[in-house]
């Protein structure tokens, strides 16, 4: 089992039972956070966090993780949202897909 690592939307392979990562920028502290919209039902949901900066510097980004596991074969579509909880539409959308074999 290995891990397929994603930083951006598009398309991806894996195996059954690989872990999918998925890390994208996000500074929570504008109130922007990535969330989970819905996933294929052959993948399961591990983690789901995001990360502060590495850096001490006030407002510096970090990242979001979302850690999958590939359960079954098939295509199957993690859809993600940049929103801000208190705002009805969504800044930013990405959308990946999975092919897993």
Same mark, same amino acid.
């Given at each position: 089992?290995? %891990?397929?690592?994603?930083?951006?939307? /598009?398309?991806?392979?894996?195996?059954?039972?690989?872990?999918? +990562? #998925? *890390? &994208?920028?996000?500074?929570?502290?504008?109130?922007?956070?990535?969330?989970?919209?819905?996933?294929?039902?052959?993948?399961?949901?591990? %983690?789901?966090?995001?990360?502060?900066? /590495?850096?001490?510097?006030?407002?510096?980004?970090?990242?979001? +993780? #979302? *850690? &999958?596991?590939?359960?079954?074969?098939?295509?199957?579509?993690?859809?993600?949202?940049?929103?801000?909880?208190?705002?009805?539409?969504?800044?930013?959308?990405?959308?990946?897909?999975?092919?897993?074999?």
């Amino acid at each position: 089992m290995g %891990e397929v690592h994603v930083t951006d939307g /598009g398309r991806v392979a894996s195996h059954v039972g690989d872990t999918v +990562v #998925v *890390r &994208l920028p996000e500074n929570a502290t504008t109130g922007y956070v990535w969330s989970v919209a819905s996933l294929g039902s052959g993948l399961l949901l591990e %983690e789901d966090r995001g990360s502060p900066a /590495g850096s001490l510097t006030p407002g510096a980004a970090g990242e979001h +993780v #979302v *850690r &999958l596991h590939a359960d079954r074969p098939g295509t199957w579509h993690i859809d993600l949202q940049l929103a801000r909880g208190w705002e009805a539409a969504p800044a930013e959308e990405r959308r990946i897909t999975v092919d897993v074999t």
